[in-house]
């Protein structure tokens, strides 16, 4: 866990006052809602279609039990009882009202949590694989770049105002759990081959309307110089990204117009200019953030303990538990436990006061208190001792936080959709409810594999539809809502854009498509178990667009 | 969300209401003929002209202190006067999600 410094917690207690006075003008009628709405945004309280809306950073996905119970009592106090895991490790607050928000920020604040840059056009909350620290295949724990980064853009004058918003995500693994491609920019912690450590820069990804993945610009950069090499490229993004037309002002369009070369030029001529400056790291500096983040003091036991196998043996629903949930550990005797958020006809991403209590009274126990959060909308207990994991299985279990459909196609995707969203044109919940009744036989999954499913309901793409396996996008036509498929896409290190298989279909038939879908692949995969993406890859989308729409 | 002012050359094809979200809440609420907001799309004034809706949603516009982003949404009335949301997002506006939000007090 990282510890917030002094530094840290006035910077947050000074902006709830400031907000506070804010909100205080609003109410009083001294701010008009066109002076307030960038100063609420500022702080991550948008406007959805009923109600306020509060979204919360939860920084390279760690939280602690602390401020897990925190956002418990918002949910209870302030809100509806639950909240919303989004697929930027953040959480939204979907029913919270304005004069209590300033409140309910002090509360936030009490644990170091805040709302500030998840929204506007600034750099967004920086996001990282959420096993890091943990993953066997990591070469060093992100997280400690994500801080550096995270504490030099927070509140920069010069990156406030930007073109448009900013996502930044960072990797240290051999697989991509943080969806590096699909980000403006993306750090990538690798080794050379001097065995040296440093990172590739990738810019330029993004979904929305005009998708592209991010292009490596700078296969190997030092260390020393990741911060002014990002300072680098947001200069060069704050003085050539397009300001007159929003639908072109991601960093994505400025790299695809000028091309990543000439972008990468670009930036190469202002880091020249800065490299060897101020932002030049200090490894003592380096090391001070570093030693913020505290690990937990893990026991020395073995791998697989004798009482494991004998749990697996004896309960097949844990042993098919311990098979979907469960990941190695960097530490002998540890595994990572995945939780799914996707229940049976539930909402992905949702999860209850309750649910959250106990999660951190779990992680308490089981997991040196910490829980993360995932791209994917899931959580994650990261350090539990593989001999506690009958027993954590039991817990979850009672609470409905055992579900085994991890990276199956009932574990979904989906942003809010029309049914919260103002910018939404489609819904997309009630879609992936429906598929998850549909397809609610957990040997119907298994035997399916691996297979991502991903909504949006709107061309913006929050449910990344893109890098789906099978991507589904809400549009409106005459008043009615119809679904847009693609088949193909992923996010993982060999990030792909899906393909669009024919005409968009109404909503009473999305899932009908899906299950049409399925059983093509059924029938095409090759023995023994092609996954689903493989056979997409192998035969093209042909062969799914025609059993697709043979009956339509 | 449409301003009224980019709305100012719509034509209207049907009945009107001017609707926007509570500035303490953000709830959904529905100009009234008496110059108010109501929660009640029953309660709302209905414009059958482009002249009235307008008029209705320049008056809206005004109240600022009251009402975030007022514009000229479409409805039904049907026999008996009732007053039904012209559209799918209205009437996710007007009844909430359609889906069943999570019960607070279970898992």
Redesign the interface.
Known sequence: MYVYDAFDRRLLAERVAEFRDQVAR??S?EL???EFKPLRLMNGVY??????MLRIAIPYGTLSTLQLRKLAEI??KYD???GHFTTRQNIQFHWI???ELPDAMAELASVGMHGMQTSGNNVRNITTDQWAGVAPDEIEDPRIWAELIRQHVTLHPEFSFMPRKFKIALGASSRDRAALRIHDMALRLHRNAAGETGFEVMVGGGLGRTPYLAQTIKPFLPKRDVLSYVEAVLRTYNQFGRRDNIWKARIKILVHDLGAEAFAKEVEAEWQGIKDGALALDPAMVAEIASRFRYPDYEKLDDSPPQLAKARRDDRGFDTWMANCVANHKVPGYAVVTLSLKPQG??PG?C????MD?LADFADRYSFGEIRVGHEQNLALPHVAQRDLPALWRELD???LAQTNVNLITDIISCPG???C?LANA?S??IA?EITQRFRDLDIQRDLGRLHINISGCINACGHHHVGHIGILGVEKN???FYQITLGGKADENATLGTLIGPAVPYAQVADVVEDIAAAYLELRQPPQELFIDTVKRLGVEPFRERVYAAR | ?TSPLDQKKIKIAGPVVITA?R??????VYRSPDGRWTTELGAAAVAIDADSARALAEAAAED??NA??PYIAPVSVLPGGHVRPG???EL??LG????E???????
């Open positions: 609003r109410l009628g008009t809602e066109e406007l959805q279609l009923h109600a306020y949910a209870r509806r009882g639950y009202k304005l004069a539930g909402t949702d209850t006061a309750v649910q106990k009672a609470i409905g029309l049914d919260y103002s819904r919940i009630p409810q008043g009615e809502e | 969300m979200n500035v303490d809440d953000g709830a959904v600022d202190l975030i982003g559209n799918l997002r996710i506006r909430g999600p359609t889906i939000l999570p019960t607070p007090l279970d898992s």
